[in-house]
């Protein structure tokens, strides 16, 4: 057998220590911050989204992780952002959000690009600004429910308050993309949360355990699944029931059921011989937790961004109360009138994005600007950290919803700000957002007051599965104004 002598053995042993020490001393900012991040990570697993913040400041504009045979690239310059939204070669999303389709099947959220072009196509029919504003009614008389919850629990412990905004929002987009009266509890609300962020646990865990030795889903998510299946089957069958009258009434003729009969979202779907059921089912669930979710956050946060600033709450409050009253009625004709809350919840997006990071995945060799990102590659874009970026954003923590106002708007560095995504694979509900979010937080606002524990904007540590919440919890409480 073949023996290395001791002076070898000795000279290979001298080699391997200076090129692990030249290794050390080339790589020694990276190896610190791979430590302090692994150091940090055991210490709190819940502040990925922070310790990520880390790795963008040393490498602020892009930086390239090797995950076994995946590789993902991070990108937090807003010139990169509008190249790879505004690609065709990266509309696919990547396998974070196709895990999704495992369990409730293709949807638009994840469809791959040919079946996701046919399906938005469709879709965008019920997301114009003018069938938006035919559901004002809608999202007033939800948004008078939720004041009504708060100002009667107002004094309750442990209060789900963010339960209450998501049951709002889920009843909207029922009522006004399905059509259908759907209630919603505290609790259906819970299970919706559930299955996005477990996938999105999965999801995540995937980069660094293989699929086949993943655990199967726990029992309260399967459970949660199952009862949304229901849910939406029951949601199918009412409407189905609801066109089949609305067509005998017009058979008859009684013209004035003719503008209610193809008026939603559902109705689209229903009558594509594309969609079978189960793509039906699909995408009431989708929409269902893609539009209380990002929604009740956001509402959520602009609460607590004016309990943390007493002044600008007053300020909104007396905007609101003398254009609308106490108790009037929040018309389309007034809404644009109070045109601060608009900048209040554009400034909430900036500091809290409900979906702080986004992905795409390449199907072909990417420019982004002097740098390609290879065909097959995984992308985020980490949006959360642009938006609170001091090269693009003066005093970036500091809340100022006047940053939004006409005359700011040229100061906005191009793409440094994107809550609702850009190009054409962006939010397909973002006036639905807006618009709903607005009246909700209006008729707020001049029933309730806010308060915080939290201190400043730097106190609210954050974490992210998809989505944005705040790692120490809400802190927020109402009291009703008299
Ligand atoms: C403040 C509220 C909202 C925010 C911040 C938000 C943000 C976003 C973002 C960033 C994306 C792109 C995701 C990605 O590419 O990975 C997205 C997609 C989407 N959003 Fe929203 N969203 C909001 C509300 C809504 C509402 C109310 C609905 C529905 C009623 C909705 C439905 C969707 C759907 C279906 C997609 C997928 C679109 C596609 O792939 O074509 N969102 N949203």
């Not at 004709?333 to 795409?360: N, V």
Request: aromatic residues 12%; glycine residues 4%; positive net charge.
């Amino acid at each position: 057998m073949y023996q290395l002598s001791t002076t070898t053995m000795f000279l290979y042993i001298v080699i391997a220590f200076v090129i692990s020490i030249w290794y050390v001393i080339r790589h020694w900012n990276l190896l610190k911050l791979i430590v302090k991040c692994i150091y940090a990570y055991i210490r709190c697993p819940g502040r990925g989204l922070e310790l990520l913040g880390m790795f963008q400041d040393a490498f602020p504009d892009i930086f390239r992780v090797r995950f076994s045979i995946k590789t993902v690239y991070v990108l937090a310059k807003p010139e990169y952002y509008e190249k790879v939204l505004s690609s065709p070669l990266a509309v696919d999303k990547p396998e974070v959000y196709t895990l999704l389709d495992q369990f409730l099947g293709p949807n638009i959220f994840t469809a791959a690009e040919n079946l996701w072009r046919q399906q938005r196509r469709l879709l965008n029919l019920s997301f114009s600004q003018k069938r938006i504003d035919s559901h004002s009614e809608i999202f007033l008389e939800e948004a008078d429910n939720l004041a009504k919850e708060l100002v009667t629990h107002a004094s309750q412990k442990n209060l789900d308050l963010e339960g209450l905004m998501r049951v709002c929002f889920a009843q909207a987009t029922a009522r006004a993309l399905f059509g259908v009266k759907f209630k919603v509890t505290v609790e259906d609300s819970r299970k919706m949360d559930r299955i996005f962020i477990e996938t999105a646990r999965r999801g995540v865990h995937l980069f660094y355990v293989p699929s086949i030795l993943m655990p199967p889903m726990p029992k309260a998510f399967n459970k949660s699944l199952s009862d949304a299946i229901i849910a939406s089957k029951s949601i199918i069958f009412e409407r189905r029931k609801q066109l089949v009258r609305n067509k005998t009434l017009l058979q008859d003729d009684k013209p004035q059921t003719e503008r209610a009969q193809k008026s939603h979202m559902l109705d689209y779907i229903l009558e594509c011989p594309e969609f079978t059921d189960e793509r039906a089912m699909s995408e009431i669930i989708l929409f269902l937790i893609a539009g209380n979710e990002t929604s009740s956050a956001t509402l959520m946060y602009a609460c607590l961004l004016l309990a943390m600033h007493p002044d600008i709450q007053e300020k909104l409050y007396h905007d609101v109360v003398s254009i609308c009253g106490l108790d009037d009625p929040i018309t389309l004709e007034k809404l644009p009138k109070i045109d601060y809350a608009e900048r209040i919840i554009k400034e909430t997006l900036r500091l809290f994005p409900s979906a702080p990071i986004i992905g795409r995945y390449t199907q072909g060799d990417l420019d982004i600007g002097g740098r390609v990102i290879p065909k097959h590659s995984t992308v985020y874009l980490h949006i959360v950290y642009t938006h609170r970026d001091p090269r693009f954003w003066q005093e970036p923590l500091t809340f100022d919803p006047d940053r939004f106002l006409q005359e700011n708007a040229s100061k906005i560095y191009p793409f440094s700000y994107i809550p609702f995504s850009y190009g054409s694979r962006n939010c397909i509900g973002l006036r639905f957002a807006m618009t709903s979010i607005k009246i909700a937080l209006v008729n707020l606002i001049r029933k309730v007051k806010v308060f915080t524990d939290y201190k400043s904007v730097e106190d609210v540590k954050l974490k992210a599965h998809f989505l944005l919440r705040p790692r120490d919890g809400w802190k927020l409480r109402f009291e009703a104004r008299n």
